[in-house]
Protein backbone atom coordinates (compact mmCIF):
# COMPACT_ATOMS: atom_id res chain seq x y z
CA UNK A 1 0.00 0.00 0.00
CA UNK A 2 1.33 3.28 -0.92
CA UNK A 3 2.60 5.78 1.67
CA UNK A 4 -0.69 8.44 0.80
CA UNK A 5 -2.90 5.59 0.53
CA UNK A 6 -1.85 4.59 4.36
CA UNK A 7 -2.70 8.06 5.38
CA UNK A 8 -5.78 7.99 3.70
CA UNK A 9 -6.97 5.23 5.58
CA UNK A 10 -5.61 6.59 9.23
CA UNK A 11 -7.31 9.40 8.68
CA UNK A 12 -10.79 7.70 7.66
CA UNK A 13 -10.78 5.73 10.20
CA UNK A 14 -9.45 8.08 12.88
CA UNK A 15 -10.78 11.44 12.10
CA UNK A 16 -13.87 10.36 9.83
CA UNK A 17 -12.32 12.53 6.92
CA UNK A 18 -14.22 11.39 3.88
CA UNK A 19 -12.87 11.11 -0.29
CA UNK A 20 -13.75 14.25 -1.09
CA UNK A 21 -12.00 16.64 1.79
CA UNK A 22 -8.49 14.41 2.04
CA UNK A 23 -7.99 14.98 -2.14
CA UNK A 24 -8.29 18.31 -1.58
CA UNK A 25 -4.98 17.79 1.14
CA UNK A 26 -2.90 15.58 -1.26
CA UNK A 27 -1.19 18.33 -3.01
CA UNK A 28 0.15 19.19 0.58
CA UNK A 29 1.76 15.95 1.63
CA UNK A 30 5.06 15.28 1.34
CA UNK A 31 7.17 12.37 2.50
CA UNK A 32 10.04 13.69 4.84
CA UNK A 33 12.44 11.23 6.86
CA UNK A 34 14.03 11.72 10.30
CA UNK A 35 17.41 10.99 11.30
CA UNK A 36 17.81 9.66 15.26
CA UNK A 37 18.72 12.85 17.32
CA UNK A 38 17.23 15.32 14.67
CA UNK A 39 14.07 17.58 15.59
CA UNK A 40 10.65 17.72 14.02
CA UNK A 41 10.71 20.96 15.32
CA UNK A 42 13.29 22.79 16.54
CA UNK A 43 13.24 24.54 20.08
CA UNK A 44 11.20 27.96 20.13
CA UNK A 45 9.97 27.44 16.53
CA UNK A 46 6.20 28.14 16.23
CA UNK A 47 5.03 24.35 14.50
CA UNK A 48 3.24 25.12 11.37
CA UNK A 49 3.36 21.56 9.74
CA UNK A 50 1.29 18.26 10.49
CA UNK A 51 3.03 15.34 10.42
CA UNK A 52 1.81 11.64 10.07
CA UNK A 53 4.28 8.95 11.54
CA UNK A 54 4.66 6.03 8.96
CA UNK A 55 7.56 3.88 11.11
CA UNK A 56 9.11 4.88 14.27
CA UNK A 57 9.02 6.70 17.53
CA UNK A 58 7.83 10.31 17.85
CA UNK A 59 8.17 12.19 21.64
CA UNK A 60 6.70 15.04 22.38
CA UNK A 61 7.97 17.47 25.34
CA UNK A 62 6.36 19.56 27.16
CA UNK A 63 8.39 22.22 29.05
CA UNK A 64 6.53 22.79 32.19
CA UNK A 65 8.36 21.85 35.35
CA UNK A 66 5.37 20.28 36.80
CA UNK A 67 4.96 17.91 33.60
CA UNK A 68 7.01 15.01 32.57
CA UNK A 69 7.85 14.16 29.24
CA UNK A 70 5.74 11.97 26.96
CA UNK A 71 6.56 9.37 24.43
CA UNK A 72 3.92 8.68 21.33
CA UNK A 73 5.09 5.53 20.16
CA UNK A 74 3.79 4.62 15.98
CA UNK A 75 1.77 1.87 15.49
CA UNK A 76 1.29 0.19 12.66
CA UNK A 77 -1.67 0.94 10.11
CA UNK A 78 -3.62 -2.47 10.98
CA UNK A 79 -4.32 -0.52 14.44
CA UNK A 80 -6.40 1.51 12.85
CA UNK A 81 -9.31 -0.89 11.41
CA UNK A 82 -10.70 -2.12 14.05
CA UNK A 83 -11.60 1.47 15.30
CA UNK A 84 -15.28 3.07 14.13
Given amino acids: MADIDLLR ?3 RAFADI ?3 AFSL ?3 YWQRKQYKKGEFYNE ?9 FIL ?9 KFIMPSHSIISR ?9
Fill in 9 to 11: HAL
Fill in 18 to 20: DED
Fill in 25 to 27: SIP
Fill in 43 to 51: YKNVCKHLG
Fill in 55 to 63: DGVFRAYHV
Fill in 76 to 84: PIWVFRDHP
